[in-house]
């Protein structure tokens, strides 16, 4: 796992190769082993290595044929074993060991349609110097990060915005389009980033930039298409089915020349990772869990239960209030949008455990939820759904008593007021957006908090009708369940789960994540699995559960979900140094405009006041923080950015005698 | 009365844009008051007022706007007042120790 950078002059001249120090000085954390670059006319590529696969052999910038291939690469191609195999039968010679060659020569034998045969996660840039062309590629559900912009004639893109931001000729400025996005469904619907004039490649995209024309294509889409089964037998076939592909894409996953571990989350999709690694790789696993000090959160005992079970090394960092405010600037720093959760904090400090563990990769459980039938949106969805079509049944509603029992504040809810909130009309039940409207609508409210200007700014702009361009063609055909698992995985994994709870806090400290779930060929089985496979009536991840007793603890693997989540805005006022109330101070708030400053005061005041506080108001409080940090450390703190110092002066022997 | 909840409302919900609310305003028409406020609500009254608010009076024709909950407590309060009188008239043996 790497960090990725580069610049290519799209009307001649020649790339200016300090300015690409620069670009991967701001990024090297994500690849403290090594650094490498290339420059030549107009294309400039930049590397930072965090070296796991071919210690020895894979450094970067890498070219093949002569140096007309040239490659910067960030990922991992899990597959590349049985790749290159296939490459040296047609005939390819290889130098390395190193999945990084196989990519480029695969791009040599397939072009630009090698992605579709790639089983991993990637961001990457070809320079393909004969056609004096650029090919840039990221992974089918968005593990990787990849960003870009255009500026004065120049093409720009990197592993983070940071890097980009480092040139002081890309304007730095929040995108209010971006932040209405955030405050409505926690992420920026790509190519949109929090910034101003800086895209994002969506998952699933390649991008060709040949003679100044820049072209995006989307190679592989999730496309749900359930088969029909009948009976008993057809679910024990694909439960076992399903354990066969999770067990290969583990094993595939724990390729690589350093130690690998797996966290524990208590629940069952990271246990039955953890219990394939264990099965496959053995004693050499070790496991890494959050625990808190707020035992609304703690999920401890079912972690100790798994690593007993499992018999693993475990180690856990504990988390109290204190060290999620005390971290949380730098947090933002590397998630580069505004959270309207806490949750990426412990996460932050649990990647930092593992690497002073002396770990560089990690196995996690994510993905299960969203293609499984994990998440309570879908079980909401399905009582929604079954209360619409008798809407004035008395009984029917009362389902809705079963949702979000880990949320005291909504279960202490009387049916009245729950029918309120999860409300159903005709209209939106035949409508696109049916499964996510209450939870879209609650998010919304956040932006109360918006100043008069903000929302000035946005009056003509509606984040929910901007998503019906980016649906697929046969989304309209799809049932509200499918519809939903659709929205999870392709907006909010890939923007949230995967990026500021993922690779951003993993990749802060040198950590690399390794998915099975997001296993290409796990995620078409579940796009054909059934919907009452996935969630039986209302028994969430069915299929799954079965495939995988006997392989877990039983508490755990019949355990009801509990989704990771970690205290939000009560943590803000433990902190230290006065960071929090300086930045969310009227005055500071005036002065950046973006959010309402008495509105804002009020808040703080009722945290403060200890009265009890709604989901809403700990959206709100996080998402003002978290963007007034974003302005606060890139914005105010572009200075700082641009002073980093030029990685050229690190630049190892390798590249330079190589350049 | 009123102005107790008027302010708690624009203080706890509205966060100060004490303009926007109407004594009859719906609270779930407009959006004032999200899925998990109306038990901030609940509690306030109760410690303010000294009632207790049972689960089947969580409904939106008790709380659903600042004159209904005025409207409701009022009435819970008179309640309490009759349930004290009542008290005078019981035989001594029969009331709580």
Redesign the interface.
């Given at each position: 796992m790497c960090g990725i950078a580069g610049s290519l002059q799209l009307h001649g001249g020649t790339v200016d190769r300090e300015q690409l120090q620069y670009m991967i000085g701001a990024i090297r954390y994500r690849g403290p082993d090594d650094v490498g670059i290339y420059s030549h006319g107009p294309i400039g590529l930049a590397h930072a290595r965090l070296s796991i696969i071919d210690l020895a052999g894979g450094h970067q910038p890498m070219s093949i044929a002569q140096d007309s291939l040239w490659i910067t690469f960030n990922g991992e191609i899990f597959n590349y074993v049985e790749l290159r195999d296939e490459l040296i039968l047609k005939g390819h010679r290889f130098t390395s060991n190193s999945d990084t060659e196989v990519l480029l020569h695969l791009y040599q034998e397939e072009g630009e349609r090698c992605v579709e045969r790639l089983n991993g996660q990637w961001a990457f840039a070809i320079w393909d110097a004969p056609r004096r062309k650029l090919f840039l590629s990221r992974d089918r559900v968005g593990v990787r990060p990849l960003y870009y912009t255009h500026t004065q004639g120049e093409f720009l893109f990197a592993s983070e915005i940071k890097a980009l931001l480092a040139c002081p000729k890309v304007a730095c400025a929040i995108d209010l389009k971006g932040l209405d996005q955030i405050f409505t469904f926690w992420v920026t619907v790509p190519p949109r980033t929090a910034f101003v004039g800086i895209s994002q490649l969506p998952p699933g995209h390649s991008m060709v930039i040949e003679e100044g024309r820049v072209t995006t294509t989307p190679y592989w889409t999730l496309d749900l298409a359930p088969a029909a089964t009948n009976g008993r037998t057809t679910a024990d076939r694909l439960a076992e089915e399903l354990l066969t592909l999770l067990e290969d894409a583990t094993r595939i996953r724990l390729r690589a020349d350093v130690p690998v571990g797996a966290y524990l989350s208590g629940g069952i999709d990271s246990t039955v990772i953890a219990a394939l690694a264990r099965r496959n790789a053995g004693e050499r696993i070790r496991t890494f869990s959050v625990a808190f000090e707020a035992s609304d959160f703690d999920e401890s005992r079912f972690q100790h239960e798994a690593s007993s079970f499992l018999r693993t090394s475990h180690h856990d960092v504990r988390c109290r209030h204190e060290d999620i405010v005390r971290v949380f600037s730098e947090v933002i720093w590397h998630t580069e949008q505004p959270i309207l959760r806490s949750a990426p904090a412990p996460l932050y400090l649990l990647a930092k455990l593992v690497r002073d563990s002396g770990f560089k990769v990690v196995l996690t459980g994510e993905g299960a939820d969203e293609l499984f039938g994990g998440y309570d949106i879908f079980k909401e969805t399905k009582i929604r759904q079954f209360w619409g079509r008798r809407p004035d049944s008395s009984w029917r509603p009362l389902l809705l008593k079963r949702l979000y029992p880990y949320l005291p504040g909504l279960q202490r809810q009387s049916l009245e007021y729950l029918k309120h909130f999860f409300h159903v009309t005709q209209q939106e039940l035949n409508g696109p957006f049916f499964s996510h409207l209450p939870r879209w609508e609650l998010t919304g409210k956040t932006k109360q908090f918006f100043s008069v200007s903000t929302r000035a700014e946005l009056a003509t702009t509606d984040a929910v009708s901007s998503l019906l361009h980016d649906l697929p063609t046969s989304y309209a055909r799809w049932s509200p369940f499918l519809k939903a698992e659709f929205l999870e995985s392709r907006y909010l994994l890939p923007g949230y789960i995967l990026s500021s709870q993922g690779d951003r806090v993993a990749m802060a400290h040198a950590v690399e994540g390794r998915y099975p779930f997001l296993d290409h060929r796990v995620v078409a089985f579940a796009a054909r699995l059934p919907a009452d496979l996935k969630m039986k009536v209302l028994d969430q991840k069915y299929l799954l559960k079965r495939a995988v007793k006997g392989l877990i603890p039983e508490s755990i693997r019949i355990r009801p979900k509990q989704p990771y989540r970690a205290p939000d805005g009560i943590s803000f006022f433990y902190e230290r140094d006065g960071y929090v109330q300086d930045l969310l101070s009227p005055a500071r708030i005036k002065q950046d405009g973006v959010f309402d400053p008495q509105a804002t005061e009020a808040l703080v005041k009722k945290f403060r006041s200890g009265r009890e506080t709604s989901v809403k108001d700990n959206m709100a409080l996080t998402g003002i923080l978290s963007t007034t940090l974003l302005l606060e450390r890139f914005m105010r703190g572009r200075g700082a950015l641009n002073g980093l110092p030029p990685m050229g002066n690190q630049l190892s022997s390798q590249s330079a005698s190589r350049l | 009365m009123l102005q107790t909840i008027r302010k708690f409302v624009i203080?706890?919900y509205?966060?100060?844009?004490e303009g926007k609310l109407g004594n009859e305003d719906s609270f779930?028409e407009t959006?004032i008051i999200?899925?998990?406020?109306?038990?901030?609500l609940v509690?306030?009254l109760e410690s303010t007022y000294g009632i207790k608010v049972e689960?089947?009076e969580?409904?939106?024709d008790n709380l659903d706007s600042v004159s209904k909950i005025v409207s409701f407590i009022q009435a819970k309060q008179s309640a309490l007042t009759r349930e004290d009188d009542n008290i005078l008239f019981q035989p001594l043996e029969k009331l709580p120790t």
């Open positions: - | 203080d706890n509205l966060f100060g844009e779930m959006g999200d899925s998990t406020g109306i038990l901030e509690r306030f689960d089947e969580l409904i939106p």
